[in-house]
């Protein structure tokens, strides 16, 4: 497909690294006729790829070439594909999209354009779409007066929430968290890992990270979060921050957010919201997120539940003046010039990042091609075809449900037989996972629940149908009896 030429035949007439308009408009629309062939048959490509760590490594890692290869270096590009997951409508693994065409536009346009968004002054485009982009977000999920700033996911956004917690509780920023102290944070059992690892990272310790426990629904319970608290001011250490989640990563759970934030206001603690996998659907479902607007913080990933391609996560928050005292430090390169409220507006005044890349305007584009209403409807599909797939396993006897579906998450298990112990059972489906998984028809993943061992299925993909949905089970029972089969 790509016109061969090498870098010998450009190299006398231009500078280095420079490729003629006409040249890259040829080797664009190679790119493009390969991509629309990727798409096209998208659908019939086995999930995972039939692939091993040495082939990859023969493939791909290879010594950086001293002499350009020319248009011969895009041959590769075949192999990369044929190499690589395919999230077509039945990837139901982890708690990610399969990107937008429009949106995988709008990176392009991006990185032709290569703007730093770091200021108004720096990509005057730049900024305001991505000021515009937040705000569309804050008043999509009901927190309208919210502002924010888009990051690389849901783990720079947590950390970012976690680090305005601790500055507006036990400033740290002038003579450390050691002569602050450290404070006491207060996660559900069912956090995300993101949380812990920032809590570390902000030396505030994971010894002062306290779970609280959960209901049957995996949801927190808010009197076992106010005893928490009520005990460590007892013994003398300081509370600063709950989080929350608004859609756990197991099960899709969200804590109740009200009666959190009323524990939290009287206790004067900041409420951050991990909203990173579920907050997105209160674009559709509202009801289910009662009290989301009374966080301090919420993180959302785009790259989830709105299809974006990676990456895409952002953070929300109530007071911008909190984000500006926490991360505003600016060296005399970079001081504004203008106190114009938009023409001197700097995000590296409210973000930990200074170069920072041009996510929005595949956002952007995409929310204005499609418009949110395509958006909730496709989310609603999702939540419709949880409930579907849910519906079928409860209809075979030879599958449990092992979790609730508040959302698009799926947890099951294959049930063996009437007298399996759990650890047969956990071994056999670790099993069926790897051989679902191999068998590249569908892309399941896993959980632990209460010990057990589960499938996993999570929605987040505009491209499902019913069909496929609908293939789950009978692949699940077919890669059973493969298993059962090479054991008698």
Partial sequence: MFRHTTRCDFIKSMKPLELSPEHFGVLAGDMVALSVEYLSALDARPIFPTTTGTETERLFAGEAPEHGMGDQAFDALREVIAHSRAQNGRFFGYVQGPGEPIAALGDFVASILTQNITAWRSSPAGVTIERTVVRWLAEAVGCDDFSGTLTGGGSAADLMGLAMARESRIPANDRGIYNAGAGVIYASEQVHMAVPKAVAMLGIGCENLHYVPCDDSYRMVPSAL????????????????????????????????????????????????????????????????????????????????????????????????????????????????????????????????????????????????????????????????????????????????????????????????????????????????????????????????????CLRVCIVNHLTMDKDIDAVVPEVLDAASEIMSEYQ
């Fill in 226 to 453: 106010e005893r928490a608290i009520r005990t460590d001011e007892a013994q003398g250490r300081k509370p600063i921050a709950v989080v929350v989640s608004a859609g756990t990563v197991n099960t899709g759970s969200i804590d109740p957010l009200s009666e959190i934030a009323v524990i939290t206001r009287a206790h004067d603690l900041w409420l951050h919201v991990d909203g990173a996998y579920g907050a997105l659907a209160a674009i559709a479902i509202p009801q289910k997120f009662d009290g989301l607007a009374q966080a301090d913080s919420l993180s959302l990933d785009p790259h989830k539940w709105l299809y974006q391609p990676i990456d895409c996560g952002c953070l929300l928050y109530r007071d911008a003046g909190v984000a500006r005292k926490t991360f505003n430090f600016i060296g005399g390169y970079a001081k504004q010039l203008s106190s114009d409220p938009i023409e001197g507006f700097a995000f590296f005044e409210e973000s930990m990042e200074l170069s920072r890349r041009f996510r929005a305007l595949k956002l952007w584009l995409s929310l204005r091609y499609h418009g949110l209403e395509s958006f909730r409807a496709a989310i609603q599909q999702d939540l419709d075809h949880a409930q579907r797939l849910a519906a079928a396993i409860k209809d075979s006897p030879a599958l449990e449900i092992a979790g609730p579906v508040e959302l698009s998450a799926v947890c099951f298990r294959h049930r063996v037989k009437e007298d399996a112990s759990e650890e047969a059972r956990n071994l056999f489906n670790l099993a069926l996972l790897k051989r679902i998984v191999s068998r590249g028809k569908v892309y399941l993943s896993n959980t632990e629940l209460k010990g057990k061992f």
